[in-house]
């Protein structure tokens, strides 16, 4: 792997991944889905280490979506632990390497434990400038939208909002991203050819990786891969 290679002055500012995979690598070598996701684990660190590394300012995982819950009763179970267990062992290394976590999606339907956890490691990290790791939970892009219309007609109904003042930069102020830049670079895991309902407002410009590895073995060498195909491109953004 080498770093070096990469334009630092063309870095995407936010990237954003879709982690697929993790029950079909388990499959493909006999164990059960458990093992596919802390396997899934190890590249989340990879990944982060790697972001962080790199310069990149904000990395958003999906890490779990509305559509989740409709899995097996043991597995969402399983992966609220495994989530526990990633917040309580990552936290010195997300203060040593001054990164800020933060969560996008419906944060009250998570199970209060983990609401515990993640506002714990929030607080405690809420100082660090150097990178912003959102971890998308009960996360949905149409929900995401709804959930910013509801608000913003909520404040028109108030009479804090006028509906003509509304545009694209003010709708964006009411969104679970609101104040950082919109994903650049999206990465999907797994040869899916899917957004499965993440991101559809913000990702209306991003440049897209589909890449065939399933999400534990995506490696740094992997994510290099990405940002320099990502600078070998042209972005018009409709121009």
């Known amino acids: 792997m080498d ?19 993790n029950g079909r690598w388990a499959k493909g070598r006999g164990l059960p889905r458990l093992m596919g996701h802390r396997a ?4 989340v660190r990879s990944a982060v280490e790697f972001a962080r ?18 899995r097996p009763a043991d597995e ?6 495994l989530l526990n267990e990633y917040l309580r062992l990552e936290l010195s290394n997300l203060m040593r390497h001054e990164i800020r976590l933060s969560v996008i999606g419906d944060f009250e339907g998570l199970p209060a434990v983990v609401q515990k956890a993640l506002q714990r490691v929030m607080k405690e990290t809420e100082g660090n400038r150097r990178m912003v790791l959102n971890l998308a939970l009960n996360y949905g892009g149409r929900s995401e939208i709804v959930h910013a ?31 950082q830049p919109d994903p650049d670079l999206l990465i999907r895991t797994s040869g899916e050819h899917r957004i499965s ?14 890449t065939p590895k399933l999400w534990p073995d995506f490696s740094k060498v992997d994510f290099l891969d990405a940002l320099k195909d990502y600078q070998r491109r042209e972005r018009r953004f409709g121009a």
Not at 9 to 17: D, N, Y
Not at 76 to 81: I, W
């Open 40 to 43: 899934g684990i190890k590249s």
């Open 3 to 21: 770093a070096s290679e990469l334009d630092r002055t063309r870095l995407p500012r936010h990237v954003a991944i879709i982690m697929d995979g």
């Open 197 to 210: 309902n993440f991101l559809l407002w913000q990702i209306s410009y991003a440049e897209l990786y589909l």
């Open 149 to 179: 219309a509801r608000q913003i007609a909520e404040q028109a109904k108030a009479g804090k909002l006028r509906p003509s003042s509304l545009n694209e930069e003010l709708f964006s102020r009411f969104l679970y991203t609101s104040g």
């Open 53 to 70: 590394e790199t310069g990149i300012e904000v990395l958003t995982l999906y890490a779990f979506s509305v559509e989740n819950w409709k």
């Open 76 to 81: 969402v179970s399983t992966l609220m632990k």
